[in-house]
């Protein structure tokens, strides 16, 4: 007997991949659902902690009670993806039932990531329509800005330097330092 074999592949959808989670499915794995596929997620160094870290203070301070700060949780980015940002400024809201799926701003911090984050990731956020997302490079000791999301992407990017600051799109009185975070 010969059984064809399908070339088509369905991607796990967000509602099962969470309770896959939900029942422990990938206890001891860093995984992350990205278009319908469990990508592993990298490991996570000292500079790339300590920005994650820096920012994350950075940011509880200036925004206090208008956004909600979350770091290293998911993001209901589509049906099909929930990536784990390593920071997410998210509309204040009650997220116990589940997770948030609009963000002022995404930041995904990158060592070994960068191809990941500017990539895929890029494409996610910027379908899911969120005003701004930055990537912080800190081998070269960089922050990649991108705003104004349209389909799969953004239409300005900027890349910003040690000695710069960067004002927030949707907080344009917070600024942050570079030298403050890298």
């Known amino acids: 007997m010969v059984v064809a074999v399908s070339t088509e592949i369905r991607p796990l959808r967000r509602a099962e991949y969470d309770k896959l989670v939900e029942l422990g499915a990938f206890e001891d794995e860093r995984i992350e659902l990205l278009e319908g596929a469990l990508v592993p997620m990298s490991p996570i160094g000292t500079r790339h902690a300590s920005a ?22 998911p993001f209901a980015a589509s049906d099909i993806s929930e990536p784990q940002p390593d920071l997410l400024v998210a509309p204040l809201g009650d997220y116990r039932a589940d997770h948030p799926a609009e963000a002022y701003l995404v930041i995904e911090v990158a060592e070994s990531s960068l191809a ?67």
């Open 52 to 73: 994650i870290d820096l920012l994350t203070l950075l940011l509880v301070r200036a925004l206090g009670d208008r956004a909600r700060i979350r770091v290293q949780n």
């Open 116 to 182: 990941k984050d500017r990539g895929v990731k890029l494409r996610i956020y910027a379908e899911r329509g969120v005003p701004e997302y930055w990537v912080v490079n800190v081998v070269a000791r960089q922050v990649e800005v991108f705003r104004a999301p349209e389909g799969g992407t953004y239409r300005e990017s900027r890349t910003f330097e040690l000695g710069d600051t960067i004002s927030l799109g949707a907080f344009p009185d917070v600024s942050i330092a570079l030298s403050k975070i890298i």
